[in-house]
């Protein structure tokens, strides 16, 4: 019966994040909603009030420590949905899913080289560098400047977050729930003050919200944001060690059939991405094999920021 349910939460862990992405994709690429104060706002209000009502025993506990404490994450977090949301309506998703599996490889080589017991991982790690900046250029030789950017934004804030999350991680649920309400709702409050002075709230005004189509993808985002917080807090107790791996195979699989239509060019950016998730999957199989005292926990375990 255990058994089942690790299976059970593993495959919520890998095939939500997938649909959230793809919900996300079709608001901001197929409707046009180029708003991502106010789409990132709706997203985390929803997931912060469904984390609330499930887990209310432990406001009790809350203190201003701990908004004191997530506000550096906080501040992460928003910079990287809100770029990520600007990157993600004009980029492929292999492409963009390629710039974030590099930017957590970076940091995973910076933890291999403060903690590993040998060279074999530093090596390992410095070998799937000389691999992976060549083709990422690639890849991105034909994005816009103003694009690739933002997507530098993006997957620094990713980056560093990351790191802070390696570093700083807890299996208990109580601290795990109290750092994902602190954190989501000053991010909310960083995108609605951002809103209000970029004028991304008055422009929002005039956007047709009467599309049924769009207003069921709204919500679709909304619960799955929710979805991954919860899946995310469950999974945070079990060290899925390879899930994150299957998870970018799942979401690659679904994005070149959003995609692609049969295009040359971004079949190759496809075959690219499965090779930075082989790549991918070699750091956390040596993260785990050779560094001692560090938590077992797969990149993109923060499944709300897979944005």
Not at 19 to 41: G, M
Not at 195 to 203: A, F, L, N, R, V
Request: glycine share 4%; charged share 10%.
């Amino acid at each position: 019966m255990v058994e089942a349910g690790n299976i059970l939460i593993k495959s919520l862990a890998t095939l939500i994040p997938a649909a959230y992405l793809i919900s996300n994709k079709t608001v901001l690429t197929l409707h046009n909603f180029r708003f991502p104060s106010i789409f990132l706002s709706w997203q985390l209000s929803i997931a912060l009030g469904t984390i609330i009502i499930i887990y209310r025993r432990f406001l009790l506990s809350f203190t201003l420590n701990d908004f004191r404490s997530a506000l550096i994450s906080a501040l992460l977090y928003t910079i990287s949905m809100y770029f990520g949301s600007r990157v993600l309506a004009v980029l492929p998703i292999p492409v963009f899913i390629s710039a974030q599996i590099l930017g957590t490889h970076m940091v995973e080589g910076i933890i291999h080289l403060k903690n590993a017991k040998s060279l074999s991982p530093v090596i390992i790690q410095t070998c799937n560098s000389v691999l992976m900046v060549p083709l990422f250029v690639l890849l991105s030789s034909e994005i816009e400047l103003k694009t690739l950017i933002h997507l530098l934004y993006h997957v620094a804030a990713f980056s560093l977050r990351w790191f802070l999350i390696r570093s700083e991680f807890r299996t208990e649920i109580e601290s795990h729930v109290k750092q994902t309400i602190a954190q989501s709702a000053t991010a909310v409050a960083f995108l609605l003050c951002y809103g209000t002075m970029s004028g991304e709230i008055i422009q929002a005004g005039h956007y047709d919200f009467s599309k049924t189509h769009f207003k069921v993808y709204l919500f679709l985002s909304g619960i799955l944001s929710a979805l991954a917080c919860l899946i995310r807090g469950v999974s945070a107790r079990g060290h899925l060690q390879y899930h994150s791996v299957l998870q970018y195979v799942v979401i690659l699989i679904f994005g070149y059939y959003y995609d692609y239509n049969g295009d040359v060019t971004l079949f190759r950016d496809l075959v690219i991405s499965f090779y930075f998730v082989f790549l991918l999957f070699l750091d956390t199989y040596f993260s785990r094999a050779t560094i001692d005292n560090t938590v077992n926990v797969s990149p993109l375990t923060n499944h709300d920021e897979i944005i």
